[in-house]
């Protein structure tokens, strides 16, 4: 399966385990610029002539400037639910190791990870653009489910305050080494939490409030929510909270004015007589009227967004070559917008 693939059906890779990288050579490795960066930065050209709002050429044009990135070592049960960086595996008991499985994960996979290009939120940031957000410098932005850290860095390029948010221990481990997070050049700062909000006190706390947009891609899902059909857990998102009082945390961590933007790409439905694919049902999970009852104006909800998606995908090559998408017949997209009163 393809990246482009991937990108948009949110499917898990195997993790299989890979050597331990030596310390000495690990510190020396060069990056892998010459294919993922270079990818990028072609992506980033093609995309440029979709979309006119200087807010979204400027995320763009930070490709330009993203670090080269030596391989990591990640250290994991075989349960795949705890990660350790190299560091904390090499301070584990000997006995403890044995037990452990490790990969090496490059460049490619520090950008692109499970999902795929970080590129692919050009077209949500569009439509915040759309909105009346010309500039993300000195916003704060919280992204629920961010996936990849890569679009992070970029709009922290751009000058804002990004706060990412997510349950993947492995996504933890992966980007825990120094100028992973913090000051990032364009004055802007990225911080990564990994929990469940807004089950869990802890990051409630680190997540803190007073943001200007929240954003969810491909997470904030009807079928990832409210499976129209049993599904192994594992596919699906846990909350860990009812509906309603997601969003009125979704609420409270907004300022007067702040937008939420829900944002998802999906596959076509399974045909009958197939398995249910969760993922492939984007539209949002929570009704109209639960958003204004929590104090929200409705903008837009579930509005269709497939022939943008697919002038996307086809911009990022998505359809091109063996294996590629067919676009017309399993691309499909739907945005929802809310403003807090």
């Not at 700062?189 to 929240?214: H, K, N, Q």
């Not at 949002?284 to 002038?311: L, N, Q």
Request: proline fraction near 8%; glycine fraction near 10%.
């Amino acid at each position: 399966m393809n990246i482009a693939r991937a990108a948009v059906l949110s499917l898990l890779i195997a993790a299989g385990p890979g050597y331990v990288v030596p310390p000495a050579l690990r510190a020396a490795a060069l990056p892998d610029t010459s294919t993922t960066l270079r990818a990028l930065r072609e992506q980033a050209t093609a995309l440029r002539s979709l979309y006119r709002p200087k807010l979204v050429r400027e995320f763009l044009d930070g490709v330009q400037g993203l670090p080269g990135i030596a391989p990591r070592l990640v250290a994991y049960d075989s349960s795949r639910t705890r990660y350790w960086t190299a560091a904390e595996y090499q301070a584990l008991p000997e006995a403890d190791r044995t037990v452990l499985l490790t990969r090496t994960l490059g460049e490619s996979f520090y950008y692109n990870t499970r999902y795929g290009t970080p590129l692919a939120y050009a077209r949500a940031l569009t439509l915040v653009a759309d909105a009346g957000l010309a500039s993300v410098r000195g916003v704060r932005i919280a992204d629920f489910g961010y996936g990849t850290a890569g679009h992070l860095r970029l709009l922290a390029g751009c000058g804002a305050e990004v706060t990412g948010i997510e349950v993947d221990p492995l996504l933890r481990a992966l980007y825990a080494e120094p100028g992973d997070q913090g000051a990032v050049a364009g004055a802007g700062r990225l911080r990564l939490l990994t929990g469940r909000w807004p089950a869990e006190p802890e990051i409630v706390a680190g997540v803190g409030e007073g943001y200007d947009l929240f954003l969810s891609k491909n997470t904030l899902k009807n079928g990832y929510i409210h499976p129209a059909e049993p599904v192994d857990p594992r596919r699906l998102v846990q909350l860990g909270v009812n509906d309603s009082t997601f969003v009125a945390r979704l609420h409270r961590v907004l300022k007067p004015g702040g937008l939420a933007l829900i944002y998802n790409l999906s596959p076509a439905p399974a045909p009958p007589g197939k398995p249910y694919i969760p993922w492939a049902d984007g539209r949002c999970p929570f009704p109209r009227e639960m958003w204004r009852a929590a104090g929200f104006e409705v903008v837009e909800y579930d509005r269709d967004d497939s022939p943008s998606a697919r002038a996307m995908g086809h911009a990022l090559g998505w359809d091109k070559g063996e294996g590629g998408m067919k676009l017309e017949a399993d691309l499909f997209a739907t945005w929802s917008l809310f403003e807090r009163n």
